[in-house]
């Protein structure tokens, strides 16, 4: 269920969903125009945007907790587009912007880390080991 395999076909499978939504809300719009049908345009927007961030970071290598929050948020944004194609319920802008930021940050923390990684010079060089 978390495997890392499986959480990229999912976040893919949230992505193409969320796209989906993008161009029901941008139909809606055109169809009644209203301040909830550009509200609900943004957030399929940062939802689409917080799919991309997790298919991205499904490609990490990551600690099993890492996996499982990534996850949780991918199922959540399948839960949130199966209400919003159900019933027809669009749950707004905070959630879309909780899932953003998260995933955003875990993303930004990851790419940090793994930059940091690399630029760590290695503790014993070629001069060091002529001298002993």
Known sequence: MFKPSTLKTVSYIALVCCSLGVLFA????????AFRSYIS?????LLVYSSWLATKLSGYELYEEDLKSLGYYVYGIL???????????SLGILPAIFL???LHNQKTGFDSWMKEKEEVPSP?????????
């Open 41 to 45: 345009i943004l957030s399929w927007s």
């Open 26 to 33: 941008i139909l809606i719009a055109v169809i009644e125009p």
């Open 79 to 89: 839960i949130l587009f199966v209400l919003y194609l159900v019933v027809n319920l």
């Open 100 to 102: 953003a930021v998260k």
């Open 124 to 132: 014993i060089s070629s001069e060091d080991t002529g001298n002993i």
